[in-house]
């Protein structure tokens, strides 16, 4: 079993920076992708960004050049800084961890609780 713990998250005004962590706790296979995702209120979730596990990253591009996403391998940890955040950065966001337990099994999709983020304007 996976946990995923989420923190990091509140209140913050427009302009300001938060840091978000994500821990996971459980069996972690070494081949796996962790992401953060977003939840606005009436809005579909989305992708915000992603780490492989051997650190390739990919951003969706509203967040490109403000967010950075890292992770530390030893500590099942990742990271999202978050900065120049703005209203419509406000949402739950959500820590996701997909793995396998081998390269041609089946992927294995893990979700925290979620932590809000909220940036006054």
């Known amino acids: 079993q996976v946990q995923l713990v989420e923190s990091g998250g509140g209140l913050v005004q427009a302009g300001g920076s938060l840091r978000l962590s994500c821990a996971a706790s459980g069996i972690i296979f070494s081949i796996n992708t962790m992401g953060w995702y977003r939840q606005a209120p009436g809005k579909q979730r989305e992708l915000v960004a992603r780490?492989?596990?051997?650190?390739?990253?990919n951003y969706a591009d509203s967040v490109k050049g403000r967010f950075t996403i890292s992770r530390d391998n030893a500590k099942n940890t990742m990271y999202l800084q978050m900065d120049s955040l703005n209203a419509e950065d406000t949402a739950v966001y959500l820590c996701?961890?997909?793995?396998?337990?081998?390269?041609?099994?089946?992927?294995?999709?893990?979700w925290g609780q979620g932590t809000q983020v909220t940036v006054s304007s």
């Open positions: 780490i492989t596990s051997g650190g390739s990253t």
């Open positions: 996701n961890l997909d793995q396998r337990r081998a390269l041609m099994a089946d992927t294995m999709r893990y």
